[in-house]
T-cell receptor, first 118, second 114 residues
Framework: DGGITQSPKYLFRKEGQNVTLSCEQNLNHDAMYWYRQDPGQGLRLIYYSQIVNDFQKGDIAEGYSVSREKKESFPLTVTSAQKNPTAFYLC?????????????????FGDGTRLSIL | AQKITQTQPGMFVQEKEAVTLDCTYDTSDPSYGLFWYKQPSSGEMIFLIYQGSYDQQNATEGRYSLNFQKARKSANLVISASQLGDSAMYFCAMLNTNAGKSTFGDGTTLTVKP
């Protein structure tokens, strides 16, 4: 079955440490997204990518970095510069260009990674 | 800048009744898509329904329908015949056609009472 796999499900970070969250999709989707969700809150866009080797900052990119070297992979690194990283992180993908550009393509989500500070 | 506003933090509905979840949006892009997602307590995000900015008719998917009023920039979700399994958080989202950027609202927590 096609889908999006996020790993690990739970992750702990020590002070001053960088950690990388994995996101892999086998849906052959062009676009991929990273969101942060704090308890009881909505999703905030961190980074998004429309094609391989290209990505754009979302609304809260500071303290995060990404790469898109392969179509199916979009890892997110939470750097030590992110002072409050404890949150639920969701990765999503979509087909990208459709009949109306991007606008008619729903996003498919992974099961998320819960990141906590030790 | 684009923005999604969901003004109802929490809603209650009796089982088998209909409920409307509000969503208003703001964008300068003439072409966009509006989506509703459901997030149960387990955390996964489930796509429910889509409405394009140029669509003339309101979208429907089973018990879900979208009341799209473009002039008022609103895209309310209507759930008919509520079921206990509908209890979850519901998010309205918008996707910008040109930039591919997405924006989510803060969500509405729906509780269905037996």
């Amino acid at each position: 079955d096609g889908g999006i796999t996020q790993s690990p499900k739970y992750l702990f970070r020590k002070e001053g440490q960088n950690v990388t969250l994995s996101c892999e999709q086998n849906l052959n989707h062009d676009a991929m997204y990273w969101y942060r969700q704090d308890p009881g809150q909505g999703l905030r866009l961190i980074y998004y990518s429309q094609i391989v080797n290209d990505f754009q900052k979302g609304d809260i990119a500071e303290g995060y970095s990404v790469s898109r070297e392969k179509k199916e992979s979009f890892p997110l690194t939470v750097t030590s510069a992110q002072k409050n990283p404890t949150a639920f992180y969701l990765c999503a993908s979509s087909r990208g260009f459709g009949q109306a550009g991007y606008s008619n393509q729903p996003q498919h989500f992974g099961d998320g990674t819960r990141l906590s500070i030790l | 800048a684009q923005k999604i506003t969901q003004t109802q933090p929490g809603m209650f509905v009796q089982e088998k009744e209909a409920v409307t979840l509000d969503c208003t949006y703001d964008t300068s892009d003439p072409s966009y898509g509006l989506f509703w997602y459901k997030q149960p307590s387990s955390g996964e995000m489930i796509f429910l329904i889509y409405q394009g900015s140029y669509d003339q008719q309101n979208a429907t998917e089973g018990r879900y329908s979208l009341n799209f009023q473009k002039a008022r920039k609103s895209a309310n979700l209507v759930i008919s015949a509520s079921q206990l399994g509908d209890s979850a958080m519901y998010f309205c989202a918008m996707l910008n056609t040109n930039a591919g950027k997405s924006t989510f609202g803060d969500g509405t927590t729906l509780t269905v009472k037996p």
